[in-house]
């Protein structure tokens, strides 16, 4: 209902007071919504009227910027959260890698505090978990000579050790393999390019395998090279673990130590039941200690002279097995720790992932 004055009218509809532009007494009046919040053009009425149709493009244009504004942001926030696992997994595998060289140095204290005591074979072989900040570390002390030395079957002069050969082909008998995997083995560690029998393999065999590569002629310097081997990706995984964990790859011409080598070792080194069982009785609780020197197994015929040769009663070097796992991340790490005569203890070797 409008009221009108002598020359305006003012008109309430709703919420809104309209304005009347043009009165005539008797007459419709033209209202206007000038006291309306937005009027009649709602959130365009800030546009001039003459760029009306304008408005819908300013609409679209409005909710395109919007849209790509938003698309950027989603797209930053995701780069952010990208970036922020990826720091996190930096900061863990560096705290796991820290725990690994931590370990070490706690290793090393126990090897020497349990050769000290007279207590070195409770601490071999026994797997021990610790926890830590954000996670947990595990590992295991092993004595690498009580493994076969792969690099003692070829001496320093390139020529095969006899002793260790022998070992060597009884052990994969002992374990159900083919005992040519003794020559392959030879072939990859001495110098010449002449297989050593027909189960051998040298540059010819290897170089037309795809890839080809060629034969080591040296010294193995990890166990992972066993893989290259002809014929022994083949092999069942079972008696692959197994073997390997009779196999040592170490920087020198070791000896066996008879204390802690395992039961297929210690038949390939040529004892009999009777003897492999006097060796492991001597380490239970109370079989009166390990042996101390071979002039005991001498004293109780376990062995005849002439089988003795690379055999001893003390170890050099270790094995540390250690698992991190801080978080989502899992490290694993060999670390090879050598003790000299001295009694000096040292890590000489680590590798991540494989021995
Ligand atoms: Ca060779």
Not at 31 to 59: D, H, I, M, N, Y
Not at 63 to 92: D, K
């Amino acid at each position: 209902m409008g009221q009108h004055s002598a020359a305006v009218c003012v008109v309430s509809v709703g919420h809104s007071r309209l304005r009347c532009l043009r009165y005539r007494p008797g007459a419709d009046c033209t209202l206007s919504p000038t006291l309306s919040p937005w009027g009649e053009r709602g959130l365009f009425a800030w546009l001039p009227r003459a760029r009306k149709k304008q408005g819908g493009v300013a609409l679209i244009s409005a909710l395109l910027v919007v849209a790509l504004a938003t698309t950027a942001a989603a797209q930053l926030m995701s780069s952010q959260y990208l970036n922020l696992r990826y720091s996190g997994n930096l900061f863990m595998r560096d705290q796991a890698w820290q725990y690994l060289k931590g370990s070490e140095a706690f290793a090393m204290v126990l090897i020497d505090k349990a050769i000290r005591n007279n207590r070195l074979y409770d601490l071999l072989g026994q797997e021990s978990a610790f926890p830590v900040e954000g996670g947990v570390l595990t590992g295991k002390i092993t004595d690498l000579q009580g493994r076969l030395n792969i690099n003692a079957i070829v001496d320093d002069k390139g020529k095969i050790v006899g002793s260790s050969y022998e070992r060597l082909q009884n052990l994969l008998r002992a374990q159900g393999l083919n005992s040519g995997l003794a020559d392959t083995i030879t072939d990859w560690l001495d110098p010449d390019s002449t297989p050593v029998s027909q189960a051998g393999a040298e540059d010819d065999y290897y170089l037309s395998l795809s890839p080809p590569y060629r034969a080591a002629n040296t010294r193995m310097v990890s166990l992972s090279e066993v893989m290259l081997l002809r014929g022994y990706r083949k092999l069942p995984e079972e008696k692959r673990a197994a073997l390997e964990q009779n196999l040592s790859t170490l920087p020198a011409s070791t000896s066996i130590n008879i204390n802690s080598a395992s039961e297929d070792l210690l038949k390939a080194i040529g004892l009999k039941a009777d003897g492999i069982s006097t060796i492991r009785n001597r380490l239970s609780a109370d079989g009166g200690g390990p042996f101390q020197s071979l002039d005991e197994l001498k004293q109780l015929k376990l062995l005849p002279e002439d089988k003795l040769e690379g055999l001893s009663t003390t170890t050099e070097y270790f094995q540390l097995t250690t698992t991190a796992q801080i978080g989502r991340t899992r490290l694993k790490q060999y670390s090879i720790i050598h003790r000299s005569q001295k009694g000096a203890l040292r890590v000489i070797a680590r590798s991540l992932g494989t021995p």
